[in-house]
């Protein structure tokens, strides 16, 4: 019979099962929402990278009597209790089955650290348990790796030596005087441009050892060879300036014979056109100018001066 108190009126009513379909007896489904599809693709994205992501780790220790170690714990327990002939004897083997059980999951949890790469310079931590890996470069073992491959191609004392005075002596006679502090400047601040190593060498230039220091790399073959080539090129030097000169004192000597060769030009420029002398013969108590200056060359000028005729 039905309850007419109830409110619905009826025990079957919808009221009472708001989850049921009365009519084909099946739990409602809940109405999807429009939007539900309407969402952006990064959080679909977030969704899978959130779940490849791997399990966090513990956030305490494992124990032998958690849930993944309980069975293995209670069945060691109770193989190791009786077994012993007697309750002490399977009590203290139930407890060296506890401490032993304690001590593998002790040592399982503990990761295993191996070195690799150049020099063991990293240290690889692996998990027991997760199988994953972690490297970490060691700061002190790289620095030892990096002093051990600097001390390797250093090259040995003769060639450092070599090098250095090289420099030095390309200094010393390639720059100007003025020139000289900078570039030593720019050689100790840069000496990986130069492949020198500037240990030992001071800080600031001085003559003097820019002069001793840059033949120190020289053997003394070589020294002696170096120093006939600089008399033989001061003697070239010489000899130039002596030719040179030669060759300018003939050249003012042939401008000399030049200019005599013009003025001898211009004299006999000036006979040719000075006049015949005359062939009539003068009046009784006169003499021509012909008749009187024969046997002179006129030089120029007014004829009837004498000092412009030259006698022959």
């Known amino acids: 019979m039905f309850d007419r108190t109830s409110p619905t009126g009826s025990p079957l009513s919808p009221a009472q099962f708001p989850d049921m379909d009365i009519v084909r007896g099946v739990p409602i489904q809940p109405k999807a929402s429009p939007f539900a599809d309407v969402r952006p693709d990064y959080m679909d994205l977030a969704a899978t990278a959130a779940r490849s992501l791997p399990k966090p780790p513990p956030t305490k220790k494992a124990t032998i009597w958690d849930k993944e170690h309980i069975s293995e714990t209670l069945a060691g327990v109770g193989a190791g209790f009786f077994a012993g002939q007697n309750f002490g004897d399977g009590l203290g083997a139930a407890a060296q089955t506890i401490a032993g059980r304690t001590r593998q999951l002790r040592e399982e949890e503990r990761p295993d650290i191996t ?112 120093k006939r080539d600089d008399a033989k090129l001061e003697d070239d030097i010489r000899h130039r300036r002596v030719v040179e000169a030669q060759g300018n004192q003939r050249v003012q000597q042939g401008n000399a014979k030049v200019l005599q060769g013009a003025a001898r030009v211009a004299q006999s420029a000036a006979k040719l056109r000075a006049a015949p002398p005359s062939t009539r013969k003068p009046r009784s108590g006169t003499l021509s100018i012909g008749t009187a200056m024969s046997g002179y060359v006129y030089q120029g000028g007014d004829p009837a001066n004498r000092n412009n005729w030259k006698k022959q």
């Not at 700061?139 to 051990?148: L, S, T």
């Not at 030596?161 to 400047?185: C, G, H, K, N, W």
Request: no cysteine; net charge neutral.
């Open 115 to 226: 070195y690799g790469g150049p020099g063991d310079q990293f240290e690889i931590t692996t998990d027991r348990r997760t199988g994953a890996k972690t490297v970490r470069q060691v700061p002190e073992f790289a620095a030892a790796v990096e002093r051990e491959r600097a001390a390797k191609n250093r090259p040995d004392f003769k060639t450092q030596t070599d090098m250095r005075s090289r420099a030095l002596f390309a200094i010393a006679t390639q720059v100007p005087p003025e020139q000289r502090a900078e570039a030593y400047r720019d050689l100790i601040n840069n000496p990986g441009f130069y492949g020198v190593d500037p240990s030992g060498m001071p800080r600031e230039w001085d003559d003097r050892y820019g002069t001793v220091a840059g033949t120190m790399g020289l053997s003394v073959n070589e020294g002696l060879s170096q």
